[in-house]
């Protein structure tokens, strides 16, 4: 079955970076929508960056302007590049692909931003 991976989660100090990556195990087709979410603790999922309509992004207003999404279809890879993190991007961070039939996500990769 399709699977998405993922990658590059860690401890960072406020104002850090970090790259995540979600690698999909095989093809999927018919893609609606690509993107990454986040759930911190006592919080509810959220949509921080995604693919719409093609290749047009859209960002949380949390994040626009620190975090780029970005894919390599050669290397069937999503990622998510995390410039300048605060504390509250603190969370558990999930890609997630949505098709006509289904929706697949990753399973998730700690962000945990402290000093």
């Known amino acids: 079955q399709v699977q998405l991976v993922e990658s590059g989660g860690g401890l960072v100090q406020p104002g850090g970076s970090l790259r995540l990556s979600c690698a999909a195990s095989?093809?999927?087709?018919?893609?609606?929508?690509m993107g990454w979410y986040r759930q911190a603790p006592g919080k509810q999922r959220e949509l921080v960056a995604s693919?719409?309509?093609?290749?047009?992004?859209k960002y949380a207003d949390s994040v626009k302007g620190r975090f780029t999404i970005s894919r390599d279809n050669a290397k069937n890879t999503m990622y998510l590049q995390m410039n300048n993190l605060k504390p509250e991007d603190t969370a558990v961070y999930y890609c997630?692909?949505?098709?006509?039939?289904?929706?697949?996500w990753g399973q998730g990769t700690q962000v945990t931003v402290s000093s």
């Open positions: 997630h692909i949505a098709t006509i039939l289904r929706h697949y």
């Open positions: 693919f719409i309509s093609g290749a047009s992004t």
């Open positions: 095989g093809s999927i087709f018919s893609i609606d929508a």
